[in-house]
């Protein structure tokens, strides 16, 4: 899978998450959980650039 596809993949799982916390979680809370959904969007990110650099090299 090419960094493009895994990346536009988790864009839209991403973009589908903060739709849900929009409309479902208690206003009060969105904030937490729109904080909490970036980390999670960066941490796939920088797993998925690890994992592809890693197969390039090899």
Do not use: D, T
Not at 21 to 48: D, K, M, R, T
């Amino acid at each position: 899978m090419s960094f493009k596809k895994a990346f536009n993949i988790g864009y839209i799982v991403y973009l589908i998450a903060l739709a849900f916390v929009y409309f479902f979680v208690p206003h009060e809370y969105n904030w937490i959980a729109i904080v909490i959904l970036c980390l999670l969007f960066g941490i796939y990110q920088v797993i998925v650039g690890y994992r592809l650099n890693k197969h390039k090299i090899k």
